[in-house]
Each structure stands twice: as C-alpha cells, then as structure tokens.
C-alpha cells in the first residue's frame, strides 16, 4: 500500500502538470482535478500504510526503531567518556556505527509520525537531526585529526539525543497521542 501511495502521489504530481502547463493558453481544469484527485488519494494512501506499519510493530520489539534510541545514547556515553583515549581510526568507526544507526531510525519516518503524530515526532526528529549533525561533524574532526573538536561535537552531539530520548519518553509516558 505504501507503494501504491507513491505511485499515486507522483501520478497526481504529473498528471496536473500537464493539465496546468498546456501548450495552448489556458488551463485544463478536468486534467488538473484528475491530477489533484490521484494526489490526495496518494497521500491517504502512503498515509493508511503506516498507520498499519505502526500497529503491526509491537513496541519495544526487535523492529521498532523507539527502541533503538537509549541504547544508542548509551553507547554515545560511553564513547564520549572514553573519547580522549581511543585511537582517531576506532573513533571514526564508531562513529559511522552511530550514523548508521541514526539513519536507520530517520528512515522509520512514516511509522513514528503515526505512531507519535505530528507535533511529538517534531520534537523528536529536530533534536535527533541536530545531533546527528553534530555527530557527523565529531566524525570529520576526527578524519582531520582534531581531537578538541571532535570531542566538543561529540558532547553537544550526546546531548542532543538525550534531548531527543527525553522527548520521547515525555511523548510516551502521556500517550503517543
């Protein structure tokens, strides 16, 4: 269903495009009403799959991604405690470890939105982007040799998702929506 959402929303897109961008002058009204049509069904569409996505996924199961997050701040601790002594190469590959994860999580996009609704999965995801971005620049630090950096990105980079984990565990503890 997924799919066919995004079939439908590209559809839609293309579709409206060529009843709005005519050779002749003047607007095709049906073709772009047909195009909006496919659109917002589209959208319900891509909608209702993750709806089902996020029911289907047992919470604190192998296959959420909530799970994954204290976990991940937990080994971000340990790696910006024990930062100062490990060897840059370790740090770089651990670092990607922890991107990678991250990304992983962003990915899972359509089933937290349902599953924490708009306004929650915001909180979340704009701590979560930030520390990312400050993981990634602990990483280049580390590739250019600049530990004081690296550290430094390292620490707001933790922070960052706690803040994150604690806005999910606020978003939980008074129901996901």
């Known amino acids: 269903m997924s799919r066919l959402g995004f079939v439908l929303l590209v559809l839609g897109v293309c ?4 009843g709005a961008a005519r050779v002749e002058p003047g607007v095709d009204w049906w073709i ?24 289907r996924v047992k919470p604190g199961s192998a296959d959420d991604p909530l799970a994954e997050l204290t976990p991940l701040t ?20 651990r670092l990607d470890s922890v991107l990678e994860r991250i990304d992983r999580f962003a990915q899972a996009r359509p089933l937290l939105l349902a599953r924490l609704g708009s306004q929650r999965f915001a909180e979340l995801l704009g701590q979560l ?7 990634a620049r602990a ?9 004081p950096e690296c550290q430094a990105a ?12 604690q806005a999910l565990s606020g978003a939980l503890a008074s129901g996901s929506r």
């Open 74 to 93: 937990q080994e971000l601790a340990a790696l910006a405690s024990s930062g100062a002594q490990l060897e840059l190469a370790t740090l770089i590959g």
């Open 32 to 55: 772009v009403g047909a195009g909006a049509t496919l659109l917002l069904a589209g959208a319900v569409a891509a909608r209702v799959a993750a709806r089902v996505e996020a029911r």
């Open 139 to 147: 990483w280049s630090a580390a590739a250019d040799h600049h530990l």
């Open 129 to 135: 982007a930030t520390g990312e971005r400050l993981l």
């Open 154 to 165: 390292l620490a707001g980079g933790l922070a960052r998702t706690q803040a994150a984990v």
């Open 15 to 18: 579709v409206g495009a060529v």
